[in-house]
């Protein structure tokens, strides 16, 4: 696994000195901060309670499943008092970017009528709509299924829109019974995807699933 995991931590506003102000500010724009001499890095996200969320550098030193655990308890704290689907969607896929090695696509595409509309993702640019039933992500979606795919040159009808990409999973996200979007994650290496990975991605999209409308 990855090692610039991050633990969300809670600290109140008034604790902040001037120095985690200033790179809070910078962090909020997207500019790479270097992490203070206590190894947290502050963002500037507020929650209802004016408490501001901290990531301390870690690393991800378990078994492949106690990984998986953890970072499904940090998507949980990402997501805490927050109902926006696009900023929701937007820290999963950089969550699950900085989590999984060997991978170069890691986004999400949600459902409008009979086709998938890319939404937030961490990789190069994509397809913008993948009609339901064509390719992985299409498959996916029609059947609501995960389809895990250990060779996509194999997969009849595959898009590519990396010509990197090896091997695929995708995950429905499935709320109520209705179609939500897809979880679509690309590796440059065949099968990079077990059933472990299937397994807690699924449990992960579940995780995210409750948080969206």
Same mark, same amino acid.
């Given at each position: 696994?990855?090692?610039?995991?991050?633990?969300?931590?809670?600290?109140?506003?008034?604790?902040?000195?001037? /120095? &985690?102000?200033?790179?809070?500010? %910078?962090?909020?724009?997207?500019?790479?901060? =270097? *992490? +203070?001499?206590?190894? @947290?890095?502050?963002?500037?996200?507020?929650?209802?309670?004016?408490?501001?969320?901290?990531?301390?550098?870690?690393?991800?030193?378990?078994?492949?499943?106690?990984?998986?655990?953890?970072?499904?308890?940090?998507? /949980? &704290?990402?997501?805490?008092?927050? %109902?926006?689907?696009?900023?929701?969607?937007? =820290? *999963? +896929?950089?969550?699950? @970017?900085?989590?999984?090695?060997?991978?170069?696509?890691?986004?999400?595409?949600?459902?409008?009528?009979?086709?998938?509309?890319?939404?937030?993702?961490?990789?190069?640019?994509?397809?913008?709509?993948?009609?339901?039933?064509?390719?992985?992500?299409?498959?996916?979606?029609?059947?609501?299924?995960?389809?895990?795919?250990?060779?996509?040159?194999?997969?009849?009808?595959?898009?590519?829109?990396?010509?990197?990409?090896?091997?695929?999973?995708?995950?429905?996200?499935?709320?109520?019974?209705?179609?939500?979007?897809?979880?679509?994650?690309?590796?440059?290496?065949?099968?990079?995807?077990?059933?472990?990975?299937?397994?807690?991605?699924?449990?992960?999209?579940?995780?995210?699933?409750?948080?969206?409308?």
């Amino acid at each position: 696994m990855r090692i610039n995991a991050f633990q969300v931590k809670k600290q109140s506003m008034a604790c902040r000195d001037h /120095r &985690s102000k200033t790179r809070a500010s %910078s962090a909020h724009w997207g500019i790479h901060v =270097n *992490a +203070s001499n206590d190894g @947290y890095i502050p963002l500037n996200i507020t929650t209802t309670k004016g408490a501001i969320l901290l990531f301390h550098a870690i690393t991800y030193n378990g078994t492949k499943e106690e990984n998986y655990h953890l970072v499904i308890k940090q998507l /949980r &704290s990402l997501m805490e008092g927050e %109902s926006n689907v696009i900023a929701n969607l937007a =820290n *999963a +896929s950089a969550l699950l @970017y900085q989590f999984l090695d060997e991978v170069n696509w890691v986004g999400f595409y949600l459902a409008e009528e009979e086709e998938l509309v890319l939404g937030p993702f961490q990789g190069l640019p994509a397809c913008v709509r993948i009609p339901f039933g064509k390719g992985v992500c299409g498959t996916a979606a029609k059947n609501q299924q995960t389809e895990r795919v250990p060779d996509v040159h194999q997969f009849p009808g595959h898009i590519a829109c990396d010509a990197a990409s090896q091997s695929e999973i995708v995950i429905p996200i499935i709320k109520n019974g209705k179609l939500i979007g897809v979880l679509d994650i690309d590796s440059p290496i065949k099968n990079r995807f077990d059933e472990i990975d299937q397994h807690f991605l699924e449990k992960f999209v579940e995780t995210l699933a409750d948080s969206l409308s």
